[in-house]
């Protein structure tokens, strides 16, 4: 990553905490854009900026991350509203209809995400698309028993499915709930509606990662003339 990659996506992070106000419930999403939203909301509970914030993570690395930084956490059990969830995406379309699961979190991303009063995502310029699938696979979280049928059934629907294979470790990804990934290139999705609901009603999906009729703002950093900058959507 550039130095000045690395600088928009702080800025993005940064002016996802700066809408988090005390006594709230936030959903922390994952991802690299995430983290740094994470790293800013903890530095404003240490400085008492904030007060009274607790966080509920979407995934071991948020979980992480916001022990780090001093966010205390809750869970779903505890709480019976989330104010605010700030994530990252693959791809957004104009809707702010998403692709989410670069980082094979989005079972757990879009149970808080949809949960949350105001949904944040945070993105860089280079994730706006016209039509979800263009540049991005879909990521599909599948039981382990249930992988050859799941995957049968994708290429029935006339996706091309190929399983998530770990990077620096030996066999597939497995995601936090134990479970495998399958990344399905279609060659348009035209319905995501129709697609998220076909897909989460094979046996043994657990989940994709079309996340649609959810988002409520969009920040996108930008790099012009080498200086990064955000707007919202
Ligand atoms: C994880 C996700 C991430 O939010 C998505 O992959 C974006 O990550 P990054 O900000 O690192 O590009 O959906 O499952």
Not at 66 to 85: F, H, M
Not at 201 to 219: K, R, Y
């Amino acid at each position: 990553m550039s130095d000045a990659v690395k600088v928009m996506k702080q800025e993005v992070g940064k002016a996802a905490a700066a809408r988090v106000t005390s006594n709230s419930v936030v959903g922390l999403g994952t991802g690299s854009t995430t983290a740094y939203a994470i790293q800013f909301l903890g530095d404003r509970l240490k400085s008492g900026e904030l007060e009274n914030v607790v966080g509920i993570p979407t995934s071991f690395q948020a979980e992480v991350l916001a022990k780090q930084y001093g966010i205390p956490l809750t869970t779903l059990d505890a709480t019976d509203k989330i104010d605010v969830a700030i994530d990252g995406a693959d791809e957004v379309d104009p809707q702010k209809n998403l692709i989410k699961g670069g980082g094979a979190a989005h079972t757990r991303e879009k149970i808080v995400d949809t949960l949350a009063e105001t949904f944040i995502v945070v993105v860089d310029q280079g994730k706006l698309v016209d039509r979800l699938g263009s540049t991005f696979l879909l990521p599909v979280e599948v039981l382990p028993m249930a992988i050859a049928p799941v995957m049968r059934a994708i290429e029935g629907l006339g996706g091309k499915p190929e399983l998530r294979m770990g990077i620096k470790k030996a066999g597939p990804v497995v995601t936090d709930q134990g479970n495998l990934v399958i990344d399905v290139k279609f060659e348009q999705i035209d319905d995501p509606v129709a697609l998220e609901a076909t897909l989460n009603n094979l046996p043994g999906v657990l989940e994709n990662g079309l996340f649609v009729n959810c988002t409520d703002v969009v920040l996108v950093g930008e790099i012009n003339d080498g200086q990064p900058s955000v707007r919202e959507m």
